[in-house]
């Protein structure tokens, strides 16, 4: 008999190259999970033209389809959607399009798909268009709780828990990173089965253009390093890290004159370098090709963030390399307590970090 098929509907490469976040990591895990059970897996990419499909994953699915995600193509998922609240919530809309839609059908109509997999917020509008099919859906970030910690956007909340809410109404199951994510959708009345998927990888992708991390390292010696990793166009990691440069980092200069904050990831906005030209001791580098020996070699890896929601994978990754970990609440939450790491409310982190660094004197 042959294996049951799946329709595994993505807004990024799983695994992808180019440029990624960690969410492509787990992307790949769920889809490998998928096969590892038996399914034959059916993919259709929703990429943004920046990234690449890794070979490895493609090889190991049933078909691979891609269509190039533009910023036209968003524009486009929010108009279509406006009737069921994406003006509100574009965040769960910009990938379903009816160009998208009708690519799903196709998929499922010639290859006999009973089941459908939603991976990334940005696909779940999908779940109305499926009716009929078995939906399951991998919950990278609650919105509503991303939402509600912004102060511009916070006043949206409800109206964006009852457009998710009800997105979230057909699915069979959700998929989390945390129990506190669980917790969450059950909160938001969600009455299907909510199951806990950890990720088991953890590694970070392969950046075109990156710098060798042996030219950052260079910059370590005889000094006190911080390091802060993560994709800067992100708004959460962006204004959290200008927000702690401008409040935080110098409380931690005034007790350590020897410290570098080195703010390592993709793409850094304009004036997050022109900020790290003028504040001593920061070091904007963009994107490395391994920031694996920078967590190692770091005197404390920073995640001090004060927007967003979700696991963030970048704390298991610096904690996989044995690095000793400043988080804020934000930064921490949902991860198991662990021997490295610390968390502590965001206002608290320039103290943790003077107090480990006194320690490895």
Request: glycine residues 10%; proline residues 7%; charged residues 20%.
């Amino acid at each position: 008999m042959e294996n049951p098929g799946i329709l595994f509907i993505t807004a990024f490469h799983p695994g992808g190259k180019g440029i990624i976040g960690a969410g492509e990591a787990i992307c790949e895990d769920s889809l490998r999970g998928l096969i590892s059970s038996g399914k034959a897996v059916h993919v259709l990419c929703l990429a943004p033209e920046s990234q690449m499909a890794n070979p490895e994953v493609v090889e190991l699915c049933r078909s691979y389809t891609t269509l190039a995600q533009t910023t036209a193509q968003n524009m486009l998922g929010v108009l279509f959607g406006c009737l069921k609240g994406s003006l509100f919530a574009p965040w769960l809309f910009a990938r379903v399009t009816p160009r998208n839609i009708r690519a799903a059908h196709e998929i499922i109509a010639r290859c006999g798909i009973r089941e459908v997999w939603l991976d990334f917020p940005s696909t779940l509008a999908f779940a109305p268009h499926l009716r009929g099919l078995a939906i399951d859906y991998f919950v990278h970030d609650v919105v509503t709780q991303n939402i509600g910690r912004r102060k511009l956007l916070g006043m949206l909340k409800p109206l964006v828990e009852r457009i998710e809410r009800k997105l979230l109404a057909p699915l069979r199951r959700c998929f989390v990173l945390s129990q506190k994510d669980k917790d969450l959708l059950l909160g938001m009345g969600f009455r299907g089965e909510v199951m806990l998927q950890p990720p088991s990888r953890v590694r970070v992708g392969e950046v075109a253009d990156a710098l060798p991390v042996s030219r950052i390292l260079e910059g370590f010696a005889g000094r006190k390093n911080l390091v802060f990793f993560g994709n800067m166009q992100r708004p959460e990691n962006h204004w959290s890290i200008l927000h702690f440069l401008l409040f935080s980092y110098p409380k931690i200069r005034r007790c350590r004159d020897d410290v570098q904050f080195w703010i390592i990831g993709l793409m850094p906005r304009l004036s997050l370098r022109l900020l790290g030209r003028l504040i001593p001791g920061v070091r904007v580098v963009g994107a490395v090709d391994d920031p694996y020996p920078a967590f190692r070699a770091a005197s404390v890896c920073v995640v001090p963030l004060r927007l967003g929601a979700g696991v963030k994978i970048k704390v298991l990754q610096m904690l996989d390399a044995g690095a000793r970990v400043v988080a804020s609440s934000v930064g921490g939450e949902g991860i198991a307590p662990a021997p490295d790491l610390v968390v502590v409310p965001y206002g608290e982190v320039p103290e943790a970090v003077c107090r480990i660094l006194a320690e490895v004197d």
